[in-house]
């Protein structure tokens, strides 16, 4: 997978086991969504935030926010 390919962040929740997803904006590259994502812009300015299931949690309740890595060939 290419930074290009990847249309989503991927988060760590607290209480939760497995990372989940929050799809990417329309038009921004990855990168520049995390960014907008820890400066709090855009979308990430609400205290809920949507994950790409359609739940919402709240912003503090995300524990890590990373671009998913590339899988080991």
Do not use: C, K
């Not at 929050?22 to 990430?44: C, H, K, M, V, W």
């Not at 359609?54 to 899988?71: A, C, F, H, K, N």
Request: aromatic share 8%; glycine share 6%; proline share 7%.
């Amino acid at each position: 997978m290419t930074e290009s390919a990847s249309e989503h962040l991927e988060v760590r929740l607290t209480g939760r086991d497995l990372p989940e997803r929050i799809a990417s904006t329309d038009g921004f590259p990855i990168r520049e969504e995390l960014a907008r994502f820890l400066n709090r812009q855009g979308p990430y300015a609400q205290m809920w935030i949507r994950l790409e299931s359609g739940e919402y949690v709240r912003y503090d309740l995300i524990t890590s926010v990373s671009v998913p890595r590339q899988p080991a060939a």
